[in-house]
């Protein structure tokens, strides 16, 4: 056992294409207190990359977190390592095989932080993914799943089959706990069928759910989300998330920019989870509808990226 036993894997960001959220479960003791949701969710070509290397039995365990030098937007990595998702899968693992697994974690992230685009999410699920593979563990891809709902709700959506790199589109609902894999996403173009704009700043994720309650109770359309899931067509206007309105009302620039750029484009541009990410889709005309967004003076501070759904 050397350290040349290594896996790189990449860590796909998410959008959100629909989210329907309901009101809150009950709070402890009763209930978890969680918002139930059903969201249709794909995976796109922004990604982390991961690094895991298996270390000798009598090595102490290291973790490296640094931005890319090709990340669209970087921001202060000011959490604690042992608060790292990937970190946490790895103890998680040690904790549920009852030995350690020495190894060297490094992530080097492309994926803004805050930006409803769950990096550190799929962060979490590739480390679980590669120290699986490296210490051949006897975790079946059940109890992967199940571990990874201790982790955090979006974890499971980007865990993979043994033949599969990267997630397939799927309907999310619960709490993230009932994942349903849905038929490819249909795009009207062969080029990039987003444009991401990550504005300089972040939305915290509980805030975004306290305003969303604070807004009263509203109706849950999971059943739009599964349609437009099933369906799989890649239709802007059949678009929605419940959380769009809560996320401007933590962060009121959210809203503003997401008015200048739909005002200067003339199509509806979406928020994908909890914020602060927007993304528009595209059609034929992709390198002019981006050159539009990135002259908008409301968003010189924000990056706007092409991506693919993978």
């Not at 921001?75 to 390592?81: E, L, R």
């Amino acid at each position: 056992m050397t350290e040349s036993w290594s896996a790189r894997r990449q860590a796909p960001a998410k959008l959100n294409l629909a989210l329907a959220v309901a009101p809150p479960n009950p709070a402890p003791p009763e209930g978890d207190g969680l918002h139930p949701i059903a969201s249709w969710m794909v995976a796109i070509d922004l990604y982390d990359d991961v690094s895991v290397a298996r270390l000798p039995a009598d090595r102490t365990s290291r973790y490296a977190i640094r931005w890319h030098a090709k990340a669209p937007r970087q921001s202060t990595i000011d959490w604690s390592i042992s608060k790292d998702l990937a970190v946490r899968a790895h103890l998680l693992l040690e904790q549920t095989v009852g030995r350690t697994l020495p190894v060297a974690i490094t992530v080097e992230k492309r994926i803004p932080v805050g930006a409803g685009l769950a990096g550190g999410s799929s962060d979490g699920a590739a480390a679980l993914l590669a120290i699986r593979e490296l210490f051949d563990l006897d975790i079946s891809n059940d109890d992967l799943r199940n571990l990874a709902m201790v982790l955090g709700s979006d974890l499971a959506f980007f865990l993979t089959d043994e033949d599969e790199v990267t997630p397939r589109p799927a309907l999310v609902e619960g709490v993230g706990d009932r994942i349903e894999r849905t038929p490819p996403v249909a795009a009207s173009t062969q080029g990039p069928h987003v444009a991401l704009i990550l504005p300089d700043f972040d939305c915290s994720t509980p805030a975004v759910y306290k305003a969303f309650d604070g807004m009263g109770e509203q109706p849950f359309y999971a059943d739009w989300a599964r349609a437009a899931a099933m369906d799989a067509k890649l239709n802007a206007d059949a678009l929605f998330n419940d959380l769009a309105s809560p996320a401007s009302v933590v962060q009121p620039r959210l809203g503003e920019l997401r008015t200048v750029a739909e005002d200067a484009i003339h199509r509806p541009v979406h928020v994908t989870g909890s914020g602060s990410g927007m993304f528009v889709v595209l059609d034929d005309d992709a390198d002019a509808t981006i050159e539009t967004l990135r002259a908008i003076d409301d968003l010189r501070a924000c990056a706007v990226v092409p991506a693919r759904i993978i």
